[in-house]
């Protein structure tokens, strides 16, 4: 029932998914972009939903504490705890955390959002590269494209450690993807 009434609701905003969806996407991380609107998280989240993807994101711990909880929770927000370990007295890198959420579960799927701000960046965050590669798991490339009213996920990329190739590759993808306000997107001038 949940997931029809999640089809009716995108259908009713003029959304279409794409019905080619890689096998990958049930043990990866998964980029959201472009990602320039507050609206993204809501038409991810109905997509993600209706292919059945295992959709997790990271939040810092403090906002998964009530009443925020009660919401981000349930929409998958996953707490990130970066406190220095009791057995090292050391904090662990964000790579870390992010690979070792891997270890804890079989099935899920990181959302991140490499631009890291709604506003115009011209250099992403490759944090979740790095995350990928130490856990061992594919990149699936996730994206909103407002021009075509589509949702979708492209292919999945394994991290080879080349990172210019590898980084090449997947802002090729997203190279003529429009977000809602396509003036704030833009794909990293490293390796665009």
Same mark, same amino acid.
């Given at each position: 029932? $949940?997931? &029809?009434?999640?089809?009716? %609701? *995108?259908?009713?905003?003029?959304?279409? +998914?794409?019905? #080619?969806?890689? =096998?990958?996407?049930?043990?990866?991380?998964?980029?959201?972009?472009?990602?320039?609107?507050?609206?993204?998280?809501?038409?991810?989240?109905?997509?993600?939903?209706?292919?059945?993807?295992?959709?997790?994101?990271?939040?810092?711990?403090? $906002?998964? &504490?009530?009443?925020?909880? %009660? *919401?981000?929770?349930?929409?998958?927000? +996953?707490?990130? #705890?970066?406190? =220095?370990?009791?057995?090292?007295?050391?904090?662990?890198?964000?790579?870390?955390?992010?690979?070792?959420?891997?270890?804890?579960?079989?099935?899920?799927?990181?959302?991140?959002?490499?631009?890291?701000?709604?506003?115009?960046?011209?250099? $992403?965050?490759?944090?979740?590269?790095?995350?990928?590669?130490?856990?061992?798991?594919?990149?699936?490339?996730?994206?909103?494209?407002?021009?075509?009213?589509?949702?979708?996920?492209?292919?999945?990329?394994?991290?080879?450690?080349?990172?210019?190739?590898?980084?090449?590759?997947?802002?090729?993808?997203?190279?003529?993807?429009?977000?809602?306000?396509?003036?704030?997107?833009?794909?990293?001038?490293?390796?665009?």
């Amino acid at each position: 029932m $949940w997931k &029809r009434i999640a089809k009716w %609701l *995108l259908g009713l905003s003029g959304w279409k +998914l794409s019905p #080619d969806i890689p =096998p990958e996407v049930q043990r990866c991380i998964i980029i959201a972009a472009p990602h320039t609107s507050n609206w993204d998280i809501w038409y991810a989240r109905l997509g993600f939903y209706i292919m059945d993807v295992p959709l997790r994101f990271t939040i810092k711990r403090e $906002w998964m &504490r009530f009443p925020f909880g %009660l *919401l981000l929770g349930p929409l998958g927000g +996953l707490p990130i #705890d970066r406190r =220095p370990r009791a057995e090292t007295g050391e904090r662990p890198s964000y790579v870390d955390v992010m690979a070792e959420l891997f270890e804890k579960h079989r099935r899920i799927a990181v959302m991140v959002t490499p631009e890291g701000t709604r506003s115009r960046s011209t250099r $992403w965050k490759t944090g979740f590269y790095y995350a990928a590669l130490k856990a061992g798991v594919p990149i699936c490339l996730g994206y909103l494209d407002y021009a075509n009213r589509a949702a979708g996920v492209g292919p999945a990329l394994y991290p080879t450690g080349d990172v210019d190739r590898d980084m090449r590759q997947i802002m090729d993808f997203y190279r003529n993807i429009q977000g809602k306000h396509p003036e704030l997107f833009s794909v990293d001038e490293r390796y665009g």
